[in-house]
């Protein structure tokens, strides 16, 4: 677990997640996985709406829940910003991305964060570095 606590959601981004299968995509056309914790969080009233979100260096974008008969993913919209902002930010699968909505004038936000975890790196001699 990263040392710093910051979002009140958080996403553990997969290989899956990063690099999407099945049928051709973008390169950056990612999403993250929606659990019912999640679900509860976005949309506490049952409602189910695309809502704004902003990055911690400042992208801003608009975000939905998606998938069927379940919702499943959440993505950006364009498909590719989400993507566009964890690839500038170096994501690897193992990386955090933590969430907390953020009340404002225009009905509020999702605030996002990219967490690197710690990690121990190992050298190609197996050593610890």
């Not at 606590?5 to 290989?15: F, K, N, P, R, T």
């Not at 690099?19 to 659990?35: A, C, F, M, T, W």
Request: aromatic letters at 10%; one cysteine or more.
């Amino acid at each position: 677990m990263a040392s710093d606590d910051w979002g009140d959601i958080e996403w553990v981004l997969s290989q899956n997640n990063l690099r999407e299968g099945g049928r051709s995509r973008d390169p950056e056309e990612v999403y993250l996985n929606i659990r019912r914790c999640h679900l509860e969080y976005l949309y506490p009233d049952g409602d189910r709406f695309a809502f704004r979100v902003k990055t911690e260096d400042g992208h801003q974008f608009e975000a939905l829940c998606s998938g069927s008969p379940d919702w499943k993913n959440l993505r950006s919209r364009p498909v590719t910003a989400l993507g566009t902002w964890l690839n500038a930010r170096h994501a690897q699968p193992g990386d955090l991305v933590r969430g907390r909505w953020q009340a404002d004038r225009q009905g509020g936000y999702l605030a996002l964060r990219h967490v690197v975890p710690d990690r121990v790196v190992v050298d190609r001699k197996g050593g610890r570095k």
